[in-house]
């Protein structure tokens, strides 16, 4: 668990974040999302001490953050960068296993372990192992950061912006793949991003930032149906948000009424498209109920292809 | 093109053995530069205020002049190798740490962010993450650094550090074009193969980097240690000012002390440098003998005296005891020869008129023309007094460029010039030096100087020099400078030759 109490940061006079309060439950996927220059950044690099707070107090599991012995802390956070940020004089490898050098792993672990994640990640041991990161492409470059933060088996871990410089369908395989870790390894995530639709994929609760004030903290769906203030509307409102959502789909006239032979899974009208979409690819032919009315997979492609012509 | 061809054929050895202390020289400066100059960039990386600073001052230290730094330092750390190899330290640590530094603060904040928040320790985060991605700027550093130390150590030749630059001092000095090629080339050829091979080893690891640096050491340290080992037991010091005359003299002094003192090794620096170089030299104990000319000791020396002898005797008398009074030196007994001020002509024009001294010159001088330097022709001790002390009038008198006038005479242009006795171009160009009979000119007889303490350790050093007490005729000194300077022959040889045909040495 973090906790973050009063927590103020001021930048050579400039406020930076105001009088914060904020707790991040074990397991949970958090993403803290707004505009850049909102304060996100200063917020996590808060949790692993890179930064400190002006006032406020910053805990992990009840441990007092600026108390905590600096190098005893980070070897058990993980913590991905934007693009990578890979050491571009060290091999894959190398790269993958800083952590354990600090931990003073054997080689032969090291290995073991490093070949399991790059494998985790989708990326073939033989293949890559001995590459520089100039080798890389912009996507495996970020999977080998996230092997790196996950190589030490953090039960926490950062990710600042990690996915905003990559192309969008390595954007979207990537965010597939934290989401797979997460429920793979049952570790907490904090997640930096200033995309919106990023955050409402991701999250398992979300904290929205501004001007240093967290204005709503929730689960998305919360968060979209009751707006705390104008801004997070706005925010959150681009025109096709609302569209990701279930009870958006009945809007536009999809949904029958149940039959007795149907046997669907329960979903709630503020439950995105992605978890329908999810749901189907483990089980192609299940049906959903939302509100009493039944969904089948077909309707989901209907209605793709539908939005997208509104769109 | 032969020429010089044969001339590095000849001089082969030598020549390896000054390119041999040439690379010492650099190697070992570049070495101290580098342990002195990444540490410090290092250092200061994380207070950056204090980079700045030293930056400013590193930058203002290489604006100095380096023969400016080299004259701050004589008096400091005496002459020879020392000093030249901490000027050129000076010169090396500007670009070596101005690269680290510029290395180490632009390597992406994000790189060092992401070591950082792995936990990485100072040393890791240095060598693995620091050191290697600022390693292409660095070298590019001591690149530059080598090559700037190799262009500068020739400077090291004028204070007696050696190395290549002591032909190109020689060359200049003894008018060698060869030696002056020779050294230059050699010197440019060096810094080129340096900068290269350094541009190689950019390619390899960090770690058989350091390891490769390692093994230099050993072998620089070892190779030191062998050198001193072997040495025998007592060296004496002996250097010459600049030019071919003192660098036979001391070969000669070299040759008569090993003769007679089995287990003395006589060290020679040649072209050590100008009279208060030597004269400093010789009282911190730097260099043991050198030899130096009565009138100069009056002259420069020793503090005024009222009156000062033009006679040759005499000076030598007052030097002597002024030396040893004023500095506690001992000044050993002259050599028959003096390189002073003259009047030269033509030797069919001595002839036909009978002229052997001034004396004799001024019952003919009307009918001869004149011309002289700049600065005799004006002097009070030059020309005009000799005007007054002799009553010389002469057709004409006109003022010449030092190195045209013996030629100008020779060529019939004009009569008599001014010139020193034993100038080898007296010889070349067969011209006759005339005696001061009045002794007009101050005396400038030569011999060996050195503390009094040293004479009294070494008295079979004495008496090996004494032999020379008045050998050595303003003749044969003409001849043997004629033989090195317009020749081009070794001084090594010169003098051995001279002393064998003399039986002084067998
Ligand atoms: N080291 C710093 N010095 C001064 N101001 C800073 C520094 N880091 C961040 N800021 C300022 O603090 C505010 C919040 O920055 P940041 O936490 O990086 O925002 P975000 O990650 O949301 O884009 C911005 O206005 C930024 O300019
Ligand atoms: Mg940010």
Request: with cysteine; hydrophobic share 45%.
């Amino acid at each position: 668990m973090i906790e973050f109490e009063n927590v103020s940061k001021t930048y050579e006079q400039q406020p930076a974040l105001n009088d914060l309060n904020l707790t991040i439950n074990d397991g949970e996927l958090f993403v803290l999302v707004g505009p850049s220059g909102s304060g996100k950044t200063t917020l996590l690099k808060m949790i692993n001490k890179l930064i400190e707070p002006t006032t406020g107090t910053v805990k992990i599991d009840g441990q007092d953050v600026g108390a905590a012995d600096i190098r005893q802390l980070r070897h058990q956070i993980g913590y991905v960068l934007q693009a990578g940020a890979l050491f571009p004089n060290m091999t894959v490898e190398q790269n993958a296993a800083i952590q354990l050098d600090q931990l003073d792993w054997d080689v032969r672990q090291k290995h073991d372990r490093i070949n399991e994640l790059l494998t985790r990640v989708d990326l073939d041991p033989q293949t890559y192992m001995e590459r520089m990161p100039s080798e890389l492409s912009g996507g495996e470059a970020q999977r080998v950061g996230i092997v790196r933060a996950l190589a030490s088996q953090p039960k926490l871990i950062l990710m600042d912006e990690p996915f905003s410089a990559l192309d969008p369908l390595s954007r979207r395989r990537l965010q597939q793949l934290v989401l797979k870790l997460h429920q793979e390894l049952a570790c907490t995530i904090v997640f930096v991003t200033h995309d919106m639709q990023e955050a409402i994929k991701l999250a398992d609760r979300l904290a929205v930032i501004h001007n240093g004030d967290l204005l709503q903290v929730g689960r998305p769906q919360e968060i979209i149906a009751n707006p705390a203030s104008e801004f997070v509307a706005d925010f959150f409102d681009d025109g096709t948000t609302r569209n990701l959502f279930l009870s958006q789909v009945l809007k536009t006239g999809f949904g029958r009424l149940p039959e007795p032979a149907d046997q669907p899974v329960k979903l709630a009208g503020t439950d995105t498209i992605f978890t329908w979409a999810d749901l189907l690819n483990q089980h192609p032919r299940q049906l959903v109920t939302v509100d009493d009315l039944v969904l089948e997979p077909q309707d989901l492609l209907s209605y793709m292809s539908q939005i997208g012509q509104v769109s | 093109m032969t020429a010089f061809g044969n001339y590095l054929v000849k001089n082969g050895n030598d020549l390896l053995a000054s390119l041999g202390q040439h690379i010492f020289i650099s190697l070992v400066a570049a070495l101290i530069a580098i342990v002195i100059a990444i540490p410090l960039a290092v250092a200061l990386v994380n207070h950056r205020r204090w980079g700045e600073v030293v930056l400013q001052v590193t930058g203002v230290v290489q604006t100095i002049p380096s023969l400016a730094v080299l004259g701050l330092l004589i008096p400091l750390v005496g002459i020879g190798t020392v000093p030249s190899i901490i000027a050129l330290v000076l010169y090396a640590i500007m670009p070596i740490f101005q690269n680290t530094y510029a290395g180490l603060t632009n390597i992406d904040p994000l790189l060092i962010e992401a070591a950082d928040a792995f936990g990485m320790s100072r040393r890791f985060k240095l060598f693995r993450v620091q050191l290697p991605l600022a390693m292409p700027m660095i070298l590019s550093g001591i690149r530059i650094a080598v090559v700037l130390i190799i262009g500068t150590a020739t400077l090291a030749a004028l204070i007696g550090g050696g190395g290549l630059g002591t032909y190109i001092i020689t060359g200049i000095q003894t008018n060698n074009d060869q030696a002056l090629i020779a050294g230059a080339v050699l010197s440019a050829i060096l810094a080129l193969v340096a900068s290269w091979l350094i541009k190689v080893l950019s390619r390899v690891s960090v770690k058989k980097l350091l390891y490769g640096l390692g093994i230099l050491a050993v072998l620089g340290v070892s190779g030191g240690i062998y050198h001193q080992a072997t040495q025998p037991k007592e060296t004496i010091t002996i250097a010459g000012k600049l030019g071919g005359e003192p660098d036979i003299l001391i070969h000669m002094y070299k040759d008569l002390i090993e003769q007679d003192n089995p287990n003395v090794h006589v060290v020679l620096k040649p072209n050590f440098g100008g009279t208060t170089f030597l004269f400093k030299g010789l009282q911190s104990g730097k260099i043991d003998i050198y030899p130096e000319f009565t009138g100069t000791v009056l002259q420069t020396l020793v503090k005024q005296p009222k009156h000062v002898s033009h006679d040759p005797a005499k000076s030598y008398q007052q030097a002597k005891a002024l030396l040893k009074k004023q500095y506690g030196l001992d000044y050993l007994k002259p050599m028959k020869y003096q390189n002073n001020y003259s009047l030269a002509l033509r030797k069919q024009d001595a002839e036909k008129y009978h002229l052997k001294t001034i004396s004799d010159l001024s019952q003919v001088s009307t009918t001869l023309t004149s011309a002289f330097d700049t600065d005799f022709s004006q002097q009070k001790d030059g020309y005009p007094g000799l005007k007054t002390a002799y009553g010389l009038v002469f057709k004409s008198v006109q003022t010449m460029e030092p190195s045209l006038r013996y030629q100008a005479v020779a060529d019939r242009k004009v009569d008599v010039t001014d010139a020193y006795t034993t100038d080898p171009q007296i010889r070349q160009y067969h011209l006759v030096t005339l005696k001061d009979d009045k002794s007009f000119f101050p005396a400038y007889q030569g011999a060996p100087l050195m503390k009094a303490s040293f004479a009294k350790q070494h008295p079979r050093v004495v008496k090996s020099l004494n032999q020379l007490n008045g050998k050595v005729t303003t003749k044969q000194m003409q001849e043997m400078n004629y033989q090195v300077t317009v020749k081009h022959r070794k001084a090594a040889t010169v003098a051995r030759e001279f002393l064998q045909q003399q039986h002084l040495l067998k």
